[in-house]
């Protein structure tokens, strides 16, 4: 399935417009601030049901207007099918109503029926050069939106934690037999819940680790999980008291990139630019793998404005990486244009 066009109705800053894709490659050239990366949130959200800075979703609504459409044509197999979100300002912030050839679907029918995207992004280098607890959003989002019940366990775990943790800075010596009772129960719920969110992270990273080069660079990821278990839980008892927290398990797991050279090199702490950039690609690449390998279909790629800090050899290197996909890519840079060979249209914002 591959996106043929968009139409855009009072989405963040355009009022009507509609754009045309071809099934190889578009190049989407234009200033900074003209709404480049607004039209690659649009196809986001047509394809994931919603946009990529959802924490602010409100804003997908042109500003002092109410409402908002997307409407994109999909074409498999010479039948074209017409997705839309409706967005709605509301007293929650928005609803969303989704539309698959105008029969109303909800959001899991919707994303169900259709295709992948992998989103390449430089905000994203936050995975690379910031703390573990962006890496474990990454892991969580991707594995979240690939598995219902990793989501499903994943909301359990956290909403357990919020009530373990209210315990921890409740607790007093006066209530203590009832503490202990209600202590008990959460931590078995925890231990539960957390058991299967390591092992599909841990089955993940082996999937990275198994498709470990990009072109001749060498990576691999140092998975390491903060296991809970009632022997730990009892270890660190009187700690969790003071500090008034849970402090094992899930929410502590990190996730360490290495590029192999002569020494094994943290690309966190001690990575070029360059070798960071090529860490997220290589993490990016080997999720159009997955979808690949487990979906048996190509996604749809979208590459917003990666090209400006990357040297010719590795611009080169994206570009034949990404040649054999539907690629909608945004850049302010002309010279993009002639390094991208075959079929390709290009869009002027």
Request: hydrophobic share 35%; with cysteine.
């Amino acid at each position: 399935m591959w996106l043929k066009k968009i139409n855009l109705f009072n989405f963040r800053n355009f009022s009507e417009k509609s754009f045309n894709f071809n099934p190889f490659t578009t190049i989407v050239l234009g200033e900074n601030a003209k709404g480049k990366t607004n039209l690659l949130e649009a196809i986001y959200c047509l394809l994931k049901g919603k946009g990529f800075r959802e924490q602010k979703e409100v804003e997908l609504i042109k500003f002092d207007k109410e409402k908002a459409k997307i409407e994109g044509f999909f074409e498999e197999k010479d039948h074209v099918f017409i997705h839309q979100i409706l967005i709605e300002k509301s007293s929650k912030g928005v609803e969303k109503k989704y539309f698959i050839d105008k029969t109303k679907k909800n959001y899991h029918q919707f994303v169900k029926a259709s295709t992948k995207m992998v989103l390449f992004s430089p905000d994203q280098l936050k995975i690379i050069d910031e703390g573990p607890d962006q890496r474990r959003n990454y892991f969580d989002r991707f594995l979240s939106e690939e598995d219902n019940e990793y989501r499903k366990r994943l909301n359990n775990y956290f909403n357990g934690l919020k009530k373990r943790n209210k315990l921890l800075e409740v607790f007093s010596e006066e209530k203590k037999s009832h503490f202990l009772e209600d202590i008990y129960f959460w931590n078995n719920y925890l231990i539960e819940e957390s058991s299967y969110l390591v092992e599909k992270r841990k089955k993940y990273c082996d999937f990275l680790n198994q498709n470990s080069f990009l072109d001749e660079k060498e990576f691999f990821i140092d998975y390491q999980p903060s296991i809970i278990d009632k022997k730990k839980l009892n270890f660190i008892f009187k700690e969790e008291l003071r500090q008034k927290k849970t402090l094992i398990g899930p929410q502590r797991d990190n996730f360490l990139i290495f590029i192999k050279n002569e020494k094994h090199k943290n690309i966190h702490l001690f990575g070029s630019r360059s070798e960071q950039r090529l860490g997220l690609f290589w993490l990016k690449i080997n999720e159009i793998k997955y979808f690949e390998k487990n979906f048996k279909i190509r996604p749809i790629l979208l590459l917003d404005d990666l090209f400006s800090e990357l040297d010719s050899k590795n611009r080169q290197l994206i570009l034949k990486l990404v040649k054999n996909y539907q690629t909608i890519l945004t850049t302010t840079e002309k010279e993009v244009i002639y390094l991208i060979e075959g079929f390709r249209s290009i869009v002027v914002i």
